[in-house]
C-alpha cells in the first residue's frame, strides 16, 4: 500500500514500533483530508516500500532509543526514477486514554526544496 500520488510528503503518527496511528497527506501547500486506510500499518513497509525505508528506519530506531526530544533528518528518496532529498522531522509526543499513557512519534515529511 502506498499514499496516492505515490509519494508520502505529510503528517503521521507512529507508535514505536513503526505502526502508522493517524495520518495526513501534504496537498498542495497544505495538509489534505486523513487517510485512515493506513492506520495499522507499517509505515516503513506498507506507506513507504522497501525502496525509501531502511535508512529512514535506522533514523527512527536510533530516535525511539534516545532521549532526544526532536530530531531531523534529511535524505535521498527514490520517486520516479529520480532521488529528491527530503526531510524529516521526528517529535516526540504522547497520546493517552482512560487506561494508560502512550509514547507516539511524530514524522513531518517534506521534500527539502519546500522548506
Known amino acids: 500500500m502506498r499514499c496516492e500520488s505515490g509519494e508520502f510528503t ?3 503518527e507512529l507508535d514505536r514500533r513503526g505502526t502508522v496511528l493517524y495520518c495526513r497527506p501534504l496537498k498542495g501547500s497544505g495538509l489534505g483530508n486523513s487517510l485512515p486506510e493506513f492506520v495499522g500499518k507499517d509505515f516503513f513497509d506498507d506507506v513507504m516500500g522497501k525502496d525509501n525505508s531502511e535508512s529512514l528506519r535506522r533514523h527512527f530506531r ?13 535524505f535521498d528518496c527514490a520517486y520516479n526514477d529520480e532521488m529528491i532529498k527530503t526531510r524529516v522531522n521526528m517529535t ?12 507516539i512519534i511524530i514524522l513531518d515529511i517534506r521534500k527539502a526544496s519546500d522548506i
Do not use: L, N
Not at 62 to 70: L, M, Q
Not at 92 to 101: F, K, L, P, Q, V
Open 10 to 12: 505529510g503528517w503521521y
Open 62 to 74: 536510533s530516535f525511539v532509543t534516545s532521549e532526544r526530544p526532536v530530531e531531523s533528518v534529511i
Open 92 to 103: 516526540r509526543g504522547h497520546e493517552s486514554d482512560s487506561d494508560h499513557t502512550e509514547g
